[in-house]
């Protein structure tokens, strides 16, 4: 069964620091992979999408890594700032499953001043 | 453009009622999905469409439910009768064509409360 998990599933950080959110996925065959922040009560919003063959993508104080072999990604937030609190789904699309983006259960993010 | 427009906001309805659901997917896209988000067993895709037609709907927990995409520009997700347990958030989201390489846009979801 391919499967997704994030962790931690929750943090806390400080204004300024610089976090990383983890993801792992059970199998490596997928074709991308999409990082999205859920505020509370709001639609998923699409931060980045990192294919295959990359091994990074980047998106102003966002990077998403990719190791497909191992089956991970890891998206950094540089500087964090209040703003950024909320919950970080990721998702990759594994071959052979019809365009379905398989979901983790998320890593619930708060930055604190 | 405006995103992925869904309607209502929220629902509230009565155990046995029917609930209709609707979506609007981002003009051009030709896949469109539907999802279901729950506290308990997080994002679930429940159907999904390519060209308006149904690919893959093994995520549609019974028949109870059932979806329909008439157009390239409009999607309902129906139940009858409802049940206390189908309450969830209910997301729909759409991608373009053109390959593997293309973001999922989500809608702001529609929060469903039977009772």
């Known amino acids: 069964k391919q499967e997704v998990t994030q962790i931690p599933a929750a943090l806390s950080v400080p204004e300024g620091e610089n976090l990383v959110l983890n993801c792992s996925f059970t199998?490596?065959?997928?074709?991308?992979l999409q990082w999205f922040r859920q505020d509370p009560g709001k639609g998923l919003t699409s931060l980045l999408l990192?294919?295959?063959?990359?091994r990074e993508q980047t998106s102003g104080r966002l990077n998403a890594s990719l190791d497909k072999s191992s089956g991970r990604s890891t998206l950094y937030i540089a500087a964090s700032q209040p703003g950024d609190s909320a919950t970080y789904l990721c998702?990759?699309?594994?071959?052979?499953?019809?365009?379905?983006?398989?979901f983790g259960t998320g890593t619930r993010l708060q930055v604190t001043l | 453009d405006a995103g992925v427009i869904q309607s209502p906001r929220h629902e509230v309805t009565e155990m046995g009622q029917e609930v209709t659901l609707r979506c609007k997917p981002i003009?051009?896209?030709?896949?469109l999905f539907w999802y279901r988000q729950t506290m308990m067993r997080g994002l679930e895709l429940l159907i999904y469409?390519?060209?308006?037609?149904?690919?893959?709907d093994s995520g549609m927990p019974e028949d109870r439910f059932s979806a329909k995409m008439p157009n390239a520009s409009f999607s309902t997700l129906k139940i009858q009768p409802s049940e206390p347990r189908d309450s969830a958030v209910y997301f729909c989201?759409?991608?373009?064509?053109?390959?593997?390489?293309?973001?999922?846009?989500f809608g702001q979801g529609t929060r469903l409360t039977v009772v």
């Open positions: 989201a759409s991608r373009p064509g053109g390959g593997v390489n293309t973001e999922a846009f």
């Open positions: 199998d490596s065959a997928i074709y991308n």
């Open positions: 990192i294919q295959s063959s990359q």
């Open positions: 998702a990759p699309w594994f071959t052979g499953t019809a365009s379905k983006l398989t």
């Open positions: 003009s051009g896209h030709n896949s």
């Open positions: 469409f390519n060209n308006n037609v149904p690919i893959d």
